[in-house]
């Protein structure tokens, strides 16, 4: 009985033994093969891949953005199991390799995954797609929408301004001043503008309905958009102007910052930063956060700074030269889209037109190469151009400017790409 009762043992012990043996075998020759997680460290960590297993595919969601280099990357791909599983990797061929991988590879286009263990006997295979826009959707479309009659003159100098949902594009040529208007920029009416000299439209700035700008002497002239003749403004009898801001023109005088109301009143007068470059002064004025900034922008060696001055004649050097931008002459074009500042095109010290765009995100601290936006081919390099912005929808008119070829009489709409594939969109589900 005894003997019995040691056989059994003897043979349950030998059986569990054989079942902990398999179960090990089990566990260490058929892990799970499903692919957890993948990385790309080179892509950034806000870019996150979805790895569906009923459908066996990986991507990424969000499309990256168009040019992203994906010819040479080292992915990281773990897997649920604790055991070390190899990865099968196919393109052009097979190599393999284990899950902390140093091989860089091509994912122009999608690669098959295997995840296998050494033995091959558990394995789950994967398409692996880097997916990247194949439309660059933050660049324009450019469309030439005909010409204007006048603007192939030789042009002085010119300035944009929306008033009263009108297009007025005031143009300076060496015998006359004039004005083109339009509601739609398609059909253009043009005017003379009286002055008693030439005018350097660039400083051309309005309040409600009341215009200024500064003659080549350096005198200030006023006028209205109903008659546009300009008289001498003589409240203001010496400085630069600049801009208006907060309903007061303000101007620049010697080493002094000045405002006034448009009757006339005198309303602020205070030093300017010492390090303020006052020479070869171009300015601007856009919407920074929840109030309005007039940007100067200034030459500072061979480089260019940009100083942000409040309604209150308080100034800051936003940008300076370490930040790399050149210096451009005043034929520079000063874009706003949204909350995006842009300044495109220009003329440099050498007399090249440029074709490049620089653009910031956070109200002028920063400045950046925009590649998206650079002048194509078929506009060419140009300098000093009319730029009007149509509502908040990425839309622009550009007008003129100088070109390599001389004074371009063209008019060209400038569409966002992404405006585009949104309403093909639309219209495809309608």
Known sequence: MKLRNLLLYISAFTLAAINSSCKDDEETDNPDPRIRRVIFSQLGSNVEFNVNDVEAKIFNYDSLAYGTRVDSLYPSIYQYSDNKIAIQYSYDGINFFDFRNTVAMDFSKPVKIISTNTKNNSKKEYTLEVRVHKYDVDAFQWT????????????????????NDLMWQFYQTDNACKVVTSKDGAQWQSSSVEAPETLELSTLCNIDDSLFVQGKSGAIYAANFTSLQFNKFEAITSGQLLYSLNKQIWILDGREIKSYSKNGQSKISQPVHEEFVVDTVCSFTAPSGNTVLGYLYAKK?????????????????????????PYFDKAITFALNNSTLGILGGISADGKYSTTCYTSSNSGLSWAVDQHKDLTNTVGALADAGLFQIGNKGEF?????????????????????????????????K
């Open 301 to 325: 060696g061979d480089k260019a700074e940009i100083w942000g001055a409040d309604r209150y004649g308080n100034m800051e050097c936003l940008t300076n030269t370490s930040a790399g931008i």
């Open 397 to 429: 008119i550009l007008i003129g400017g100088k070109t390599d070829n001389g004074q371009s009489n063209k008019v060209w709409i400038l569409r966002l790409k992404k405006l585009l594939l949104d309403e093909a969109f639309l219209n495809k589900i």
């Open 144 to 163: 030439n929408t005909g010409v204007i009659s006048g603007l192939e003159e030789a042009i002085l100098s010119q300035k944009s301004i929306m008033h």
